[in-house]
């Protein structure tokens, strides 16, 4: 094992905090974002100059179905099943303890601990509130920015994440 880096910090991730990290998890990347945009102005540009009114229609029931619909997902249903999910999962209401270290991220719960070394992070996200570290492409570890009440250095997390993994996505 490594020399640590940072003083390790226990926490809860709350309800709240697994409905945020969440939906921090499922934000579009500027690719994607740029898709969403070019096929809402496909079906606008339908909605406008459709050869004919039933054309016309579709596109302009796609370009709308296409905002609601991603609303509806972002704002009701993803939360929604988030809190399903977290009052299931007992393990992530323990509270966990992060460290870092020269060669990774230590975290542990009553449940069991794990090493991620740096080079088997996938990627990370971060907002004002998380950082999230993706071991796999689905699968994070979410660590609360205020760990840092507690001592843990949560800038030099990020800095060894840019070093060692690359930008945040």
Same mark, same amino acid.
């Given at each position: 094992m490594s020399q640590a880096l940072s003083a390790p910090a226990r926490?809860?991730?709350?309800?709240?905090?697994?409905?945020? /990290?969440?939906?921090?998890? /499922?934000?579009?990347?500027?690719?994607?974002?740029?898709?969403?945009?070019?096929?809402?102005?496909?079906?606008?540009a339908l909605a406008v100059w459709g050869t004919t009114t039933a054309w016309r229609v579709v596109g302009l029931c796609a370009a709308v179905g296409g905002v609601l619909g991603g609303a509806l997902v972002h704002w009701f249903i993803s939360p929604r099943l988030m809190r399903q999910h977290y009052q299931r999962y007992k393990a992530m209401q323990e509270e966990q303890t992060v460290a870092l270290a020269e060669d990774g991220l230590h975290f542990s719960s009553p449940s069991g601990a794990s090493h991620v070394r740096w080079d088997a992070v996938h990627r990370w996200r971060r907002d004002e509130r998380y950082i999230l570290v993706y071991p796999m492409p689905r699968l994070f570890h979410v660590v609360p920015r205020r760990v840092a009440e507690q001592g843990f250095d949560v800038a030099a997390l990020e800095a060894a994440l840019a070093r060692h993994v690359g930008p945040a996505s």
């Open positions: 926490y809860h991730v709350s309800e709240e905090d697994y409905v945020r /990290a969440g939906q921090l998890f /499922a934000r579009p990347t500027l690719g994607a974002w740029l898709f969403m945009i070019a096929l809402e102005l496909g079906c606008l």
